[in-house]
């Protein structure tokens, strides 16, 4: 087990394209947080490899040159072979997999519980003492629909949630690449498998957005009742427009002091704010559709609506 006055575990949960990955990445330029390289995902049962790690672990200038483009991008197209070599937080989905946990299955046994989290409460253990940080921070978009599971297997973990108005998520899915075979939660298809004419596709990835965030907030909403402490809501805008601001305060929310250099590090990130942008791409007819599937939730996190 590990010892957890010594090790914390936060989770960042949110939909895709709710600015997970950007936060993720912001937070682990603190020498103390621990996360999956790719090196972990490869070979999920060698800890050893977390020593790379170590060594980037206070090098905050080569993080900075090397997990974001010159705007700030979060998300990499293409990186030469030794950029790949550099440590860079991942999702891992392989890392989860290793340790038992399913993709899109939630059913589990008991003993299937106990043998996943005793595997994963190991091996993070080991990745951390690897390292030489005392936070374990994980980031994967699928776990927003195992976190029952997750819950059971680290249940002093912390959660950040990321939540981004879901008309903007609309628009970002349908331009990232990996939309069309991205396999639906709900259905198990993929929106390829749908008509490719664009109110289809349109309401396919607002109907993705909300059952992500239904997902996360229910979970976080029982959660809640028993422990709000160990919540942290953030809107997206917010951590676009006060980038230091809001990292500042989620570093204080997961107890960890701040080194004297990492704020200017964090301030020479420029943001691409992409905010709104949904008012320019669809049509008046689109934007209805859209807040007809996603109207609720997107009053309930205080987005105003057009229609």
């Known amino acids: 087990m590990l010892e957890s006055k010594s090790i914390k575990i936060v989770h960042i949960v949110g939909a895709g394209r709710s600015g997970t990955t950007l936060l993720y990445k912001l937070l682990c330029l603190h020498p103390d947080i ?47 072979f030794l950029d790949r ?33 005793k595997k994963f409460r190991e091996l993070i253990k080991k990745y951390v003492q690897m390292a030489g940080g005392n936070v374990f921070l994980t980031k994967r978009t699928a776990n927003n629909y195992r976190l029952d599971i997750l819950a059971r297997m680290t249940p002093e973990a912390k959660y950040i949630h990321v939540v981004r108005d879901g008309r903007d998520v609309t628009n970002s899915l349908l331009n990232v690449a990996w939309w069309s075979t991205h396999t639906l939660w709900r259905s198990g298809k993929r929106p390829c498998d749908y008509p490719q004419d664009i109110d289809t596709q349109i309401e396919l990835a607002a109907r993705n957005w909300v059952e992500a965030e239904k997902q996360v907030s229910s979970h976080l909403k029982n959660m809640s009742a028993r422990c709000s402490d160990k919540i942290y809501h953030l809107r997206y805008e917010e951590l676009v427009t006060n980038p230091l601001t809001e990292i500042l305060k989620i570093y204080s929310f997961m107890n960890l002091e701040v080194p004297q250099a990492l704020p200017k590090v964090i301030s020479s990130i420029r943001m691409k704010s992409v905010r709104n942008n949904w008012k320019n791409v669809f049509t008046s007819e689109q934007i209805e559709r859209i807040e007809n599937i996603q109207g609720d939730l997107l009053k309930r996190n205080q987005y105003d609506l057009l229609f």
């Open 85 to 117: 070599l550099i440590p860079m937080p991942r999702e891992g989905e392989n890392f989860y997999n290793f340790c038992g946990l399913k993709l899109y299955d939630n059913e589990y046994s008991k003993q299937e519980i106990d043998n996943a989290q």
């Open 34 to 80: 621990v996360y999956l390289s790719r090196y972990n995902i490869v070979f999920p049962s060698i800890p050893y490899f977390s020593l790379i790690n170590r060594i980037l672990k206070n090098n905050l200038i080569l993080k900075r040159k090397k997990w974001f483009e010159d705007d700030g991008n979060a998300y990499f197209l293409a990186q030469t």
